[in-house]
C-alpha cells in the first residue's frame, strides 16, 4: 500500500506545474470575465435605457435584468473548464508514453520496481481521478466567489436577482456535467468517466504490447466497450425493449462498473505478461 501511495503521489508530483498553471488560469480567466462582461452588460443596459428613453424599471420589464448566467456561458467561464479538461485528457496519454518515449526511458526503472504492476496501473489512475476531483473542487470554491463578486459589481435595480449557486449550476450544461447536482447523478458521470478512463488505458497497453498490431487491438476493445456499455440505449431507442428511466440506470450504471472491472483487469493483465522491459 505505502509503495502504491508513493506511485500516486510521484505521478502527481509529475503534473504539479502543468496542474497548477490550470488551476491558474481558471481563477484569473473566470475573475476576469466576471469583471469585464459584468461591465460590458451594465454598459449596454445603460447605454439602452438612454436611447429608449427607459427608467430601470421599464428596462427589467422590457429585457429583465443581469444575472449571473450571463456570465457563466462566456468563453472567459467556460474556456478554463476546457482547457482543463482537454489537458486531462491528454494526459491520459501521455502518463504511458511519456515513460517510453521520454528521457533515459523511464518506464525501464518503472517495471523493475519490486511492486506489482497493477499497481503502477492503478496508481496512474487514481492521480488523473484525484487531478479530476482536484480541478472539480477548485471550481466550486471559486463560483460562490464569482458570484458574490458579481452580486456586488451590478447595481441592485439591475440585478434579476441573487441566484443560488445550485440554480446556476442547473442553467449550465457544462457545470451540471462536471457537478453533478444530486449523489446519484455525481456517482453516475464519475463512474463514466473511470470506465472511459480504463478502457483507454487498456486499449494503451494494446498497443504497448503488440504495438502496430496492437493499434488495431486496442480500436477493437474500445469499439466493443463502447457497444457492451451502449446497448441498452440502442434497444430503449430502436423500441425492441421498453425500460424505465431507473431500469435503464442501474443497466448501465451495472454495464459501466463491469466494463471498468474488466479493462482494469485486462490491462494489469498485458501489463505483467505482455508488456516487456
Known sequence: MMRYMKLVNFEINRFSKIYLTLLLITVLSQFAGVLIVTKSLINDARKTMLQEKLSEAAYLSEYGGIDFTHISHTLWFLGPIALSAVALIFYIFLIWYRDWFGKNTFIYRLLMLPTSRLSIYLSKATAIFLMVLGLVAWQMILLPLEIALFNSSVPASLLVMERSIFSIVKANEVL?????????????????????MSVIFTAIMFERSFRMKGILLGLVYVGVAASLFLTPIFIHETGTFHFYSNELFGLLLTLGIIVTGLSIWLGSWLLKHRVTV
Open 176 to 196: 451540471m456535467l462536471i457537478m453533478p447536482t444530486t449523489f446519484i447523478d455525481f456517482l453516475f458521470s464519475y463512474c463514466i468517466g473511470l470506465m472511459v
